[in-house]
């Protein structure tokens, strides 16, 4: 099983499959099948995936843990840069197709509408991630630097919760599922965290990967 992980292949995989949802979008619209409100339907879909996608890729160092397969790190950047990447069509379907690069729109809507704000700020979290997601931003920042930096995810991620939870107009419950999700997975974080702590082996540690 470890050695699946480490084949380029698998990697090639997962990236094909993180595409499918992008490609399902490309033949909807290539289909003119986009239901009767199309900027609807594409920000619904973008949305969903990028949420989804934050989601997995907190969800790996929990997983690499309680399945003995630390190998699952590799897949980490990749998830996190497709987070990015659907959160970026999102945006850009907000800018190009809602407001029609409408500079004044955009601003009231970003300072008038809560869930459009905190959206925003959780995306806007995600640049820095994106950028530093190399090795060679690794190197530069140092270990210790570059781990704290990427915390934010969780703070990405709780906005993307919230800014889902604010634009709900009735049924709770999606966001709200995300919201446990997302509570569980920093729980883990949590507890992993202090256990480290109070063991004298662990604590110091080199780390053996990203
Ligand atoms: C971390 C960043 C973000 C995440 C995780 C996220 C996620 C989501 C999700 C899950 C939905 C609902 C999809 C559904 O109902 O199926 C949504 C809707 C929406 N998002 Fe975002 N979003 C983010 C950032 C943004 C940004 C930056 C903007 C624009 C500035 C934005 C604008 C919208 C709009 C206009 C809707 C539709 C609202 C409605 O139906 O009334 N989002 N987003």
Redesign the pocket.
């Known amino acids: 099983m470890k050695k699946i992980w480490l084949r380029v292949w698998t990697k090639i995989l997962l990236f094909a499959l993180c595409l499918i949802p992008f490609a399902y979008l490309l033949w909807r619209i290539y289909k003119n099948d986009l239901t009767a409100n199309p900027i609807?339907f594409i920000?619904?879909?973008t949305?969903?995936w990028?949420?989804r996608f934050?989601m997995i890729t907190l969800a790996i160092t929990p997983l690499r843990g309680l399945l003995h397969q630390p190998q699952l790190i590799r897949f980490r950047r990749m998830l996190g840069l497709f987070a990015f990447w659907y959160?970026s069509c999102?945006?850009a379907t907000?800018i190009w197709l809602?407001k029609g690069f409408d500079t004044q729109a955009?601003w009231d809507?970003?300072i008038k509408r809560r869930?459009?704000t905190v959206?925003?700020a959780?995306?806007l979290l995600?640049i820095p991630l994106a950028v530093t997601s190399t090795p060679g931003w690794v190197r530069r920042l140092g270990y210790r630097r570059w781990q704290l930096l990427h915390r934010l995810i969780y703070f990405?991620?709780l906005?993307?919760v919230i800014?889902?939870y604010w634009?709900?107009k009735s049924d709770i419950r999606?966001?709200m599922r995300y919201a446990v999700i997302l509570a569980v997975l920093i729980l883990y974080r949590a507890v992993t965290f202090i256990r480290k702590k109070s063991s004298p082996r662990v604590r110091n540690a080199v780390p053996a990967n990203i």
């Open positions: 609807e920000t619904h879909q949305g969903d990028t949420i934050l959160g999102h945006l907000w809602d955009m809507d970003v869930f459009i959206g925003m959780g995306l995600m990405s991620a906005a993307g800014h889902y634009l709900v999606p966001p």
